[in-house]
């Protein structure tokens, strides 16, 4: 099949298509259903029916309403086909048939109706009571139409395993009958909060790939970026989804500065700003005052994206605001006490203060069993040992932090830094 | 991957002083507002018309400027946006849900790709790389900030 098949062509099209409108038809199919995952069930078959059919008629007007009425039809197909069929399922045949004739109407503009269900979708596919990674997956898979396929590789991950996480993942919302709802109250800023770091997590997948040979994977950063500007919009009196948004648009302006041609990393002091991404900083300074204008307290999202903006703000590393950073960690700290925000602490403790200062709170660190097997500790350690002059110490920790990362691009640069520690001793 | 749309100029859009039809600006308004809550669009801005604008001729070492307007409105352009979506393909999707800013008669909008990271080998030489090395003992580590 070549590029120019006008098979392929349509092909194309509908993968195109899928990707807009598959949450709006998976999260409405769930509405009806009651069953997120029957929902997409049924949504991928329109989607295969779509595939066998499109090719030959064209894509239709309405993409969306067409594969949620062919969706619909298969639910009452399957509820009729359905020998054990309660009287529930009889009802909600009728239910559904009584829908199509009124031809529900999914075309622009997104109603509120749909706003509401695709934020309920968000939600469940981040409930707390499914693991973190079996979140990321669903929540790509619903949210961001990607295929099985398209998650394995951005995971790294064997399709099969991928496919069986979502399985599962769906079957456990399924038997802990988890509602298809917006929590309120009290629980609703817990449950944002695991949405976010879903949201977050995916984006750091892309951007410091935890494990393999590239650096960063930025479509999986897009796709993180994609959900939180659409969760930005569905909640936008959330701040602190408007500090998550803020934090990633900065982070992901660096990108193409991340990374030497030839894959090694290129730390934030030796990137070339002038090639940072000005409208991403721009929509993340913005999206930081929007979060502003609604709450003067800064949550841990916020405060990261601040820290961020101060990075962005200093045109050369040495204009950078390290008291300001300072002030912002040890928020970002008494906020959500950790051995890594301490350790970041240091680093701007010993910018504003000298490398000594860095290196006591680091060393306080160092019994922290959490971080004993943390890379960026021994890095951080040696690259202060470093500039105190102390080199043989510095080689070690180097090598040491080469050994703990996972990352062979990052390992490679850490062991040519222990390499440097040998030359010049008396000019640091 | 980044696309930029670009809305050609209209004999319309080309009138001096004259605002776009409210009806037209209204489902402008709300098809951008769809756009940004899919997460798809960056950043868009309108254009004066040309008769605002010049344009400035390179000929060898020397330049020629000359003021708008201009009379091939076809090849002129209105305004643009910045959409971010996985393919072509997606964004020609997205364009054709977009109203006719003639209505009732043509428009065209063009749509290209914006050069990425990738697009891009080279991006520091070896010496650059090298005085940066250089340079780096003054500056902190901050692979945790990086």
């Given at each position: 099949?070549?590029?120019?098949?006008?098979?392929?062509?349509?092909?194309?099209?509908?993968?195109?298509?899928?990707?807009?409108?598959?949450?709006?038809?998976?999260?409405?199919?769930?509405?009806?259903?009651?069953?997120?995952?029957?929902?997409?069930?049924?949504?991928?078959?329109?989607?295969?029916?779509?595939?066998?059919?499109?090719?030959?008629?064209?894509?239709?007007?309405?993409?969306?309403?067409?594969?949620?009425?062919?969706?619909?039809?298969?639910?009452?197909?399957?509820?009729?086909?359905?020998?054990?069929?309660?009287?529930?399922?009889?009802?909600?045949?009728?239910?559904?048939?009584?829908?199509?004739?009124?031809?529900?109407?999914?075309?622009?503009?997104?109603?509120?109706?749909?706003?509401?269900?695709?934020?309920?979708?968000?939600?469940?596919?981040?409930?707390?009571?499914?693991?973190?990674?079996?979140?990321?997956?669903?929540?790509?898979?619903?949210?961001?139409?990607?295929?099985?396929?398209?998650?394995?590789?951005?995971?790294?991950?064997?399709?099969?395993?991928?496919?069986?996480?979502?399985?599962?993942?769906?079957?456990?919302?399924?038997?802990?009958?988890?509602?298809?709802?917006?929590?309120?109250?009290?629980?609703?800023?817990?449950?944002?909060?695991?949405?976010?770091?879903?949201?977050?997590?995916?984006?750091?997948?892309?951007?410091?790939?935890?494990?393999?040979?590239?650096?960063?994977?930025?479509?999986?950063?897009?796709?993180?970026?994609?959900?939180?500007?659409?969760?930005?919009?569905?909640?936008?009196?959330?701040?602190?989804?408007?500090?998550?948004?803020?934090?990633?648009?900065?982070?992901a302006s660096r990108t193409r500065t991340r990374v030497t041609p030839a894959g090694e990393p290129i730390l934030l002091f030796d990137q070339n700003r002038a090639q940072w991404d000005q409208l991403l900083i721009r929509r993340g300074l913005t999206a930081i005052e929007r979060a502003h204008k609604m709450n003067p307290t800064r949550g841990p999202y916020l405060l990261q994206a601040e820290i961020a903006a101060c990075h962005a703000h200093a045109r050369t590393p040495s204009e950078t605001d390290w008291p300001r950073i300072v002030i912002l960690y040890t928020e970002l700290a008494q906020l959500t006490p950790s051995p890594v925000i301490e350790l970041n602490r240091a680093v701007g403790v010993s910018m504003v203060h000298g490398p000594q200062a860095g290196l006591a709170l680091v060393d306080a660190l160092a019994s922290e069993p959490s971080l004993a097997r943390y890379h960026l500790l021994s890095s951080v350690r040696a690259d202060l040992l470093y500039k105190l002059g102390r080199r043989p110490e510095a080689r070690t920790e180097f090598?040491?932090?080469?050994?703990?990362?996972?990352?062979?691009?990052?390992?490679?640069?850490?062991?040519?830094?222990?390499?440097?520690?040998?030359?010049?001793?008396?000019?640091? | 991957?980044?696309?930029?749309?670009?809305?050609?100029?209209?004999?319309?859009?080309?009138?001096?002083?004259?605002?776009?039809?409210?009806?037209?600006?209204?489902?402008?308004?709300?098809?951008?507002?769809?756009?940004?809550?899919?997460?798809?669009?960056?950043?868009?801005?309108?254009?004066?018309?040309?008769?605002?604008?010049?344009?400035?001729?390179?000929?060898?070492?020397?330049?020629?400027?000359?003021?708008?307007?201009?009379?091939?409105?076809?090849?002129?352009?209105?305004?643009?946006?910045?959409?971010?979506?996985?393919?072509?393909?997606?964004?020609?999707?997205?364009?054709?849900?977009?109203?006719?800013?003639?209505?009732?008669?043509?428009?065209?909008?063009?749509?290209?790709?914006?050069?990425?990271?990738?697009?891009?080998?080279?991006?520091?030489?070896?010496?650059?790389?090298?005085?940066?090395?250089?340079?780096?003992?003054?500056?902190?580590?901050?692979?945790?900030?990086?």
């Open positions: 099949m070549s590029a120019t098949d006008p098979h392929h062509a349509t092909h194309r099209t509908i993968e195109a298509v899928w990707r807009i409108e598959s949450a709006r038809v998976i999260a409405g199919l769930t509405r009806l259903t009651r069953d997120v995952g029957l929902a997409e069930d049924l949504a991928q078959e329109a989607l295969v029916a779509a595939l066998e059919q499109w090719p030959h008629s064209g894509v239709p007007d309405n993409p969306a309403a067409w594969l949620t009425a062919t969706a619909q039809r298969r639910a009452i197909d399957l509820f009729r086909r359905n020998a054990n069929a309660a009287r529930k399922h009889e009802e909600l045949a009728h239910e559904l048939e009584a829908l199509e004739q009124t031809s529900p109407d999914l075309d622009f503009p997104l109603d509120n109706t749909i706003a509401d269900d695709l934020l309920r979708l968000v939600f469940i596919a981040c409930h707390p009571i499914l693991t973190a990674e079996s979140r990321a997956a669903l929540t790509l898979r619903l949210l961001g139409g990607l295929t099985t396929d398209e998650i394995a590789r951005a995971f790294l991950t064997p399709e099969p395993t991928i496919a069986q996480r979502i399985v599962r993942a769906k079957r456990t919302l399924a038997d802990k009958r988890i509602p298809f709802e917006v929590p309120r109250g009290p629980e609703l800023a817990d449950r944002l909060s695991s949405v976010l770091e879903v949201i977050y997590l995916i984006f750091n997948e892309g951007y410091s790939a935890t494990a393999g040979d590239d650096l960063m994977r930025p479509t999986l950063c897009e796709d993180a970026l994609r959900l939180g500007r659409v969760l930005a919009e569905l909640t936008p009196t959330e701040p602190e989804v408007h500090g998550l948004v803020a934090l990633m648009e900065i982070q090598e040491r932090a080469a050994a703990l990362t996972r990352n062979t691009r990052e390992r490679d640069l850490l062991l040519a830094r222990a390499a440097s520690c040998e030359t010049d001793p008396t000019n640091p | 991957m980044r696309f930029m749309v670009i809305v050609k100029a209209t004999p319309e859009s080309e009138k001096g002083g004259a605002l776009p039809d409210p009806e037209l600006l209204l489902e402008m308004g709300k098809y951008n507002e769809e756009l940004s809550k899919a997460g798809v669009l960056l950043a868009l801005d309108g254009l004066h018309p040309s008769s605002k604008g010049a344009r400035v001729k390179f000929s060898g070492k020397s330049h020629t400027v000359i003021d708008g307007p201009f009379t091939e409105a076809k090849e002129l352009i209105a305004g643009f946006s910045i959409l971010q979506v996985k393919s072509l393909e997606e964004a020609i999707e997205w364009v054709k849900r977009a109203p006719n800013c003639n209505p009732g008669g043509d428009s065209e909008v063009e749509i290209r790709q914006i050069f990425e990271m990738e697009d891009f080998a080279p991006v520091l030489t070896e010496e650059q790389i090298q005085h940066k090395a250089e340079k780096r003992a003054k500056l902190p580590n901050q692979t945790a900030h990086a």
